[in-house]
């Protein structure tokens, strides 16, 4: 595997289930993020973690819970959702070195949809 | 705070003709500007950048983007489009201040549409 996976890539849940959406880098990266990706609207930034330290959260509902184990693995959990959080999730990587000016490479995305 | 503008949410274009997709910024600080790209059922990739020195910056699949300080601009421009550059593009802002990682504000998108 090269770049940015995330599993699964498609996701039908119920607002009562609890799952999990993973992202995984193969980059050698230290920096990892979580995108929304609504239709019509721009990209919103979740959650932030470098250096394996959640350093954002965008004032994102608590029944989003991230996880980040180590500096290669990312993940989303997910319990009680609302209809409204069906969306593309946006996983993204980068390499901690110039601050702002640094590239994120992104994932394929999962495809969310909450009934 | 920062801010991105996209104006045209859809350009459709004929293939081999010059596009042009427009972004604007809003910043009291100088920022870093970026174009990245989305084709169907993919995550996004980076384009080009700019981060200092000369204004015109070329990018991969004979991209290149402008910045214009004073009209706030980075307006992204392609010679001659080909089918294979249907996608969305967005255009994003960040801050050299950050303290950590890297804190994108994305635009709304722009959809290019390439007919034969």
């Known amino acids: 595997e090269t770049g940015v996976t995330q599993t699964p890539r498609h996701l039908v849940m119920g607002m009562t289930n609890k799952k999990s959406l993973k992202c995984e880098q193969h980059l050698g990266h230290n920096a990892m993020y979580w995108y929304k990706q609504s239709a019509k609207k721009p990209l919103e930034l979740m959650f932030v973690?470098?250096?394996?330290?959640?350093?954002e959260n965008n004032s994102v509902p608590s029944r989003f819970s991230p996880e980040c184990p180590n500096s290669s693995h990312l993940f989303l959990h997910l319990h009680t959702l609302q209809p409204e959080d069906s969306a593309l999730y946006l996983c993204a990587s980068s390499q901690v070195f110039n601050r702002g000016a640094d590239t994120q490479y992104f994932g394929p995305g999962t495809r969310l949809t909450v009934l | 705070a920062q801010s991105v503008t996209q104006l045209d949410s859809q350009v459709p274009v004929f293939e081999e003709a010059p596009v042009e997709l427009r972004c604007n910024y809003s910043s009291s600080v100088s920022v870093y500007l970026f174009w990245y790209v989305q084709y169907p059922n993919q995550g996004l990739q980076l384009l080009l950048k700019?981060?200092?020195?000369?204004?015109l910056v070329k990018g991969i699949n004979g991209f290149e983007a402008e910045f214009n300080k004073s009209q706030t601009s980075f307006h992204l421009r392609k010679p001659s489009v080909h089918i294979s550059d249907t996608a969305e593009y967005f255009c994003a802002v960040s801050d050299p201040g950050y303290s950590s990682a890297s804190k994108i504000i994305f635009g709304s998108g722009t959809r290019l549409s390439i007919r034969p």
């Open positions: 700019y981060l200092s020195g000369s204004t």
């Open positions: 973690y470098s250096l394996e330290e959640r350093v």
